[in-house]
């Protein structure tokens, strides 16, 4: 057969053969990248290894103990989507990220990117980096969370509806220590605040750093859980971060905030 490379007595290896091997590793390596840092990685080595030794005393025709594992194995994709539904979640999401249609096609799109570019989603930066300079200043805690191919409306719903223009000063109002929605996290998207005072998903990543608080957990929380980019202002060091596909970066400057929000608004608009 023309896709056949290999054959050493009764061993045939082809083409496909390569190609299944190939993608059964690159899964294995994108669910280890998915579960990295969490307890669910134990979880996963621990069924993988009942799962080798439930094959290996089938080889050597052990059929009590065969039979025991046989059962476990049985209901394992019941007990991987119990155990696992929230790394289930990430990892549909996770391939949902690399779909051309996640930023989806519009003809305002095609036809007035170089108008938007001036018009819209500039001033908006703006907004967001002069806010950001002024509440660091004033060593007053925020997030923002900034998304363009999902308004994220189950987040949405935890906070006050909005539907507001972005402005510096709106910002900074919401962001006020006395301020009802002070310690939730603000939504924007489609160059709009859609809502504030939002609760958002802890991140249980253990490789995080110790010292960070409970608005970075967030911020990297959502970002695991969506394709948003997080923006967090510290309370306590006054200091600007932020959060992109799970990963915290610290302490960045004003303008790297500045061109760190260029590039997310280009890459859509």
Not at 16 to 23: K, M, P, S, T
Not at 154 to 175: Q, R, W
Not at 242 to 264: C, M, P, W
Request: aromatic share 10%; net charge neutral; proline share 2%.
């Amino acid at each position: 057969m023309l896709y056949l490379f290999v054959k050493i007595g009764f061993l045939e290896i082809g083409f496909a053969d390569l190609l299944d091997i190939f993608l059964v590793g690159l899964l294995i390596y994108q669910i280890y990248r998915l579960l990295k840092g969490s307890l669910a990685l134990n979880i996963f080595l621990g069924l993988v290894l009942v799962y080798f030794v439930w094959f290996l005393v089938g080889l050597l025709e052990m059929r009590l103990l065969a039979s025991i594992l046989g059962q476990f194995i049985e209901v394992g994709v019941i007990a991987l989507l119990i155990v696992f539904q929230p790394e289930v979640r990430k990892f549909l999401i996770y391939l949902g990220r690399g779909s051309i249609l996640r930023k989806g096609f519009s003809l305002r799109r095609i036809f007035s990117k170089s108008n938007r570019k001036e018009a819209e989603y500039y001033p908006i930066i703006k907004s967001i980096v002069a806010a950001a300079e002024h509440m660091r200043e004033q060593g007053t805690g925020a997030i923002l969370v900034l998304s363009e191919s999902s308004r994220l409306q189950f987040y949405a719903n935890t906070g006050v509806l909005m539907d507001s223009l972005v402005s510096s000063k709106l910002l900074e109002s919401i962001f006020e220590k006395n301020s009802p929605m002070h310690d939730g996290a603000v939504i924007i998207s489609d160059l709009r605040i859609i809502a504030a005072g939002c609760v958002l998903p802890v991140s249980d990543n253990n490789e995080l750093p110790s010292r960070i608080g409970m608005r970075h957990k967030a911020t990297v929380g959502i970002t695991e859980l969506s394709d948003s980019l997080a923006i967090v202002i510290s309370e306590e060091k006054t200091t600007i971060s932020y959060a992109r596909n799970g990963r915290l970066t610290q302490n960045i400057t004003i303008d790297e905030l500045h061109s760190i929000l260029v590039k997310f608004y280009e890459a859509y608009y």
